[in-house]
C-alpha cells in the first residue's frame, strides 16, 4: 500500500490541515520538524483512523484526539481522511494489514518466557490506542517467534533441514541486520522458552547473554528490526508509521539504521518516518540520490497549523538543511560546515555586500545544498590564493572540499586551459551587454 493523501480536521493541533500529492514511488516518507510541530499527531492521525475504519477498534479519546479549541466540532468518523493510491483496501484481510504503527515510547527493557502458548495473527495485535501509551513489542516477538517455530516444527517444516537450517531461517535476517549495524553483536539464539526465555547474544568474550544486558540503543534498534522481520510476514502490503526511531541511538547509527529499516520493508510497502535526526535526514538523502523517486520530504517546521493548510513534498534546499541542523544541535549548528565551499570573485567590501556569492548561493541552494559559495578576492586573488582563505578553511575543517572560479572575462583559449590545469574552473560564457545570458548556464558544471 502506498498512502497519496491525508485530511485531517480539527485533530489534535490541525483544523483543517491535508498532506497532498505523495507520489506513488515513495517507499520512503521523511516527516522533519521540531518537537512539537505535529508529527507525532500525524502518526496518532493515521493509527486511529486504522482502528476506527479498518481494524474495528474505535480508539477515539475525545479530550486526546479532538482539538480543544471553543466550537471545534468533530468525531472519530470525520477527522481523519486516508487515500490509498492502491484502490482502498476492501476486504477483511487487507483492512486489516494497510496500517503499522509504532509510537516513540517504545519501553521492553526486560522479559522472559516460561510456557507456551499459541499466538494470535499479528494483524489482530494492539498494543496502543494512542501514540502516548508505551509500546512493548519484543517480549510479544518473542512468544511470536516460539510459536511459529513449533508450528513449523510439527506441522509444516520440510523434514530435509537440519537444526542449523531451522534456526538461521528464524533468526538470520534480524541476526545479519543487527551485526551490520553493531559489528562484533551477535544474536545467539532464543534461549529455552520453557524456561526463563528470552533472546541471548555474544559480543566479545561474553556468550550467550540476555536480551536485558544490551544498551539501551541495541534494545531500540533491535526493538524496531524484530518487529519488521517478525510482522512482514502478515504485514506483507502496508504503510509502515515509526514516530522517532533515533531514540536511545547515538548519531552515527541513526542513518545505518534507517538504511536496515528501508531494506527491510516489504517491496509493495510504504515507510512512514518521524524524525528531527540529521543523521536519517541525509541518509534520506542518500537514497533519494540512488533510488529517484522513492523518497520524499515533508517539511513541518513553521507550519501554522490552526489555519487552513496544504502540504507537499519538498526538495530539500540549503535553508531546510540549516534549519534540521538548528533543531538537531541547537547552538552547535553553528559550528557544523558545509561539504564543499567554492571561492569565487568578489568579496565584501567597506562591509558591503559579497554581491557574486549572494548570487550563486541562491541559485544553486536546491540543486547544490551542502555547497557554498564564498568570494575571496579578485581573479589572481582566487588562482594564486596570496591571502590563504583555501589554506584557513582547509585548516579548520579538513573534510571540507575547496573549490575555485573565475569569470571567463577576455582570457584566451590558452589561458583557459592553463587555469584549468591548476584546478581553477572558469565560466563558459564572457561577460557581456549584448548577449546577457543567465548565470546558470555560465556556471553549469562546474561544481
Request: net charge negative.
Amino acid at each position: 500500500m502506498k498512502i497519496r493523501e491525508i485530511k485531517l480536521t480539527n485533530f489534535k493541533r490541525f483544523t483543517e490541515t491535508t498532506i497532498a500529492d505523495i507520489p506513488g514511488t515513495a517507499r520512503l516518507v521523511i516527516v522533519a520538524g521540531p518537537n512539537g510541530c505535529g508529527k507525532s499527531s500525524l502518526i496518532d492521525a493515521a493509527h486511529m483512523w486504522y482502528r476506527g475504519h479498518f481494524a474495528r477498534s474505535n480508539a477515539w479519546d475525545e479530550n486526546y484526539h479532538r482539538k480543544q479549541i471553543a466550537g471545534a466540532s468533530t468525531n472519530w468518523n470525520n477527522s481523519v481522511a486516508v487515500q490509498f493510491h492502491d484502490p482502498q483496501p476492501s476486504s477483511e484481510a487487507e483492512k486489516r494489514k494497510a496500517l503499522y504503527v509504532r509510537s516513540a515510547y517504545r519501553n521492553d527493557p526486560e522479559f522472559s518466557l516460561d510456557s507456551l502458548s499459541r499466538v494470535s495473527p499479528a494483524t489482530q495485535e494492539f498494543r496502543i490506542s494512542r501514540l502516548i501509551d508505551n509500546d512493548q513489542a519484543v517480549g510479544l516477538n518473542y512468544r511470536r517467534l516460539v510459536s511459529q517455530g513449533f508450528e513449523e516444527v510439527y506441522e509444516r517444516a520440510d523434514p530435509s533441514l537440519t537444526m542449523a537450517e531451522f534456526r538461521e531461517k528464524f533468526i538470520g535476517e534480524i541476526r545479519d541486520a543487527m551485526q551490520r549495524l553493531f559489528p562484533g553483536l551477535v544474536l545467539n539464539s532464543l534461549g529455552n522458552p520453557l524456561s526463563a526465555g528470552t533472546f541471548r547474544f555474544d559480543k566479545g568474550d561474553s556468550q550467550a547473554f540476555l536480551y536485558k544486558n544490551l544498551s539501551g540503543g541495541e534494545k531500540s534498534a533491535f526493538d524496531l528490526l524484530l518487529d519488521i522481520f517478525v510482522k512482514k510476514k502478515e504485514f506483507d502490503d502496508t504503510v509502515f508509521f515509526i514516530d522517532e526511531p533515533e531514540a536511545h541511538m547515538a548519531p552515527g547509527l541513526q542513518g545505518a539504521l534507517l538504511d536496515e529499516l528501508y531494506r527491510a520493508i516489504p517491496a509493495n510497502s510504504q515507510l512512514w518516518l518521524a524524525t528531527h535526526s540529521i543523521g536519517m535526514m541525509r541518509r534520506a538523502r542518500d537514497l533519494a540520490q540512488s533510488h529517484s523517486g522513492s523518497v520524499v520530504f515533508l517539511d513541518f517546521d513553521g507550519v501554522n497549523f490552526d489555519l487552513p493548510t496544504t502540504l507537499r513534498p519538498i526538495e530539500p534546499n540549503r535553508p531546510f538543511w540549516k534549519r534540521a541542523i538548528h533543531i538537531a544541535l541547537d547552538d552547535l549548528a553553528g559550528y557544523v560546515t558545509p561539504e564543499q565551499v567554492v571561492l569565487c570573485e568578489g568579496g565584501r567590501v567597506d562591509g558591503g555586500r559579497d554581491f557574486d556569492a549572494e548570487c550563486y548561493n541562491e541559485i544553486f541552494q536546491s540543486e547544490y545544498p551542502h555547497v557554498v559559495f564564498l568570494g575571496a578576492g579578485n581573479a589572481n586573488d582566487i588562482e594564486n590564493d596570496p591571502r590563504g582563505v583555501g589554506r584557513l578553511l582547509t585548516a579548520l575543517a579538513p573534510h571540507v572540499e575547496i573549490a575555485r572560479v573565475v569569470d571567463r572575462d577576455d582570457r584566451t583559449d590558452a589561458e583557459v586551459r592553463t587555469l584549468q590545469e591548476k584546478n581553477v574552473r572558469v565560466l563558459s560564457l564572457r561577460e557581456s551587454l549584448n548577449n546577457p545570458r543567465p548565470v546558470e548556464s555560465r556556471v553549469a558544471n562546474f561544481v
